[in-house]
């Protein structure tokens, strides 16, 4: 799994909103690979960083996960994941309940792991 939660008063800052930034981590990747990026921004930021995550990452499927209200975040924040095509994505909502928001790292791991069939 590769989380990005780095900002630069954005985030991603504006380094890794570029192809070149995915297209270098890419080969690091394993085949079930998870990434998740924080995205602050409007509709428009975080329609063109998936544009550029799902053309660096062909492998994987690009969608966006609206941060929890538990977060107490403006609507401008949002998360987004690259999953491995196939992944039962499903089951990790069932592993986790829906809408539910994880406080237990390892519980979250193992679940992702689950769901996308790598190691736990």
Known sequence: MLIIDAEDGTAPPE???GID???????????CAVVAANCI???????ALTEVMTAALPGHTVWTVAVPPEADVSRRHSLLFATPRGCRVGSLGDALGEG?????????LDAVGRATGGAS
């Not at 930034?21 to 085949?31: I, Q, S, V």
């Not at 921004?41 to 329609?47: F, I, N």
């Not at 539910?100 to 979250?108: E, R």
């Open 21 to 31: 930034f995915w297209e270098g981590a890419a080969p690091a990747l394993a085949p």
């Open 100 to 108: 539910s928001y994880v406080t237990d790292g390892k519980a979250w």
């Open 41 to 47: 921004g409007e509709e428009d930021e975080k329609e």
């Open 15 to 17: 380094s890794m909103r």
